[in-house]
């Protein structure tokens, strides 16, 4: 059974006394069953996940390098997040892809450290407006997930978060139609299981992120194979992003 993940991801947003007390007020939230994961701006961390003593929020990096350590000016390695508590990382943003060069193959070097540190990688794929015009949504997709996976041992992929965002959908306000967003995390469900096992993919949380908001959040949550959403721009603000998580809480119940 799905268990709903709500994850937001700040991106260059927020003083750290803006972090401090949205993240105080979710805190106040008693969920019963949803996860709520918040990446968070790197400098802010170490004092975030100091301060979450009895955390409904977990707090996640947005990046990490794909190192253990070494001479990498302005760098932080998965070892020292996992050092000061973080537990979850997202690996390959289509803007640390676009903006910072990022290929599958670093991706892949960023989940082996992520899984060697015990942070849980959350793995973005997704394809371009171009691509999905030309009918190449499903190989591209197939490629970052062979590229980017492809020297995980079976023992430690379920620790894995994917998050299915197509390019052309972040920051848009272009999101994927229901059908168009199941079709693809369908098409990554079998793919986990004809790589791995169907018991292992019944395990992976396949995340959906693109103009993920308040109006359409409820029906691609419950898509059968959509597991919640990486959330941007809707996760900025308090309330909005309390109502999203209040309706993954209602589809949890059910
Ligand atoms: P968006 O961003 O919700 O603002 O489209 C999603 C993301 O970049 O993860």
Redesign the pocket.
Known sequence: MKEIIVAG?W?MNKTYLEAKEFIARLNKKELFKTKVVLAVPSLYLDRLVENNEQPTVYIAAQNCNENKSGAFTGEVSSHMLASIGVQYSIIG???RRTLYGETNETIAKKILQCLHSNVKPIL?VGETLEEREKEETYSVIKNQLESSLAHVDISTIEKIII?Y?PVW????GKTATNDQAQEVHKFIFNWLMTTYSPQIAEKIPILY????NLENAKDLFSQKNIWGG?????SLDLEVFSKIINLAEDLNRN
Do not use: M, V
Request: glycine share 24%; charged share 15%.
């Open positions: 991801n991106k943003h289509s803007e973005c998050a965002e959908a972040i920051g848009t992120g693109g103009s993920c990486l959330i941007g721009g809707a």
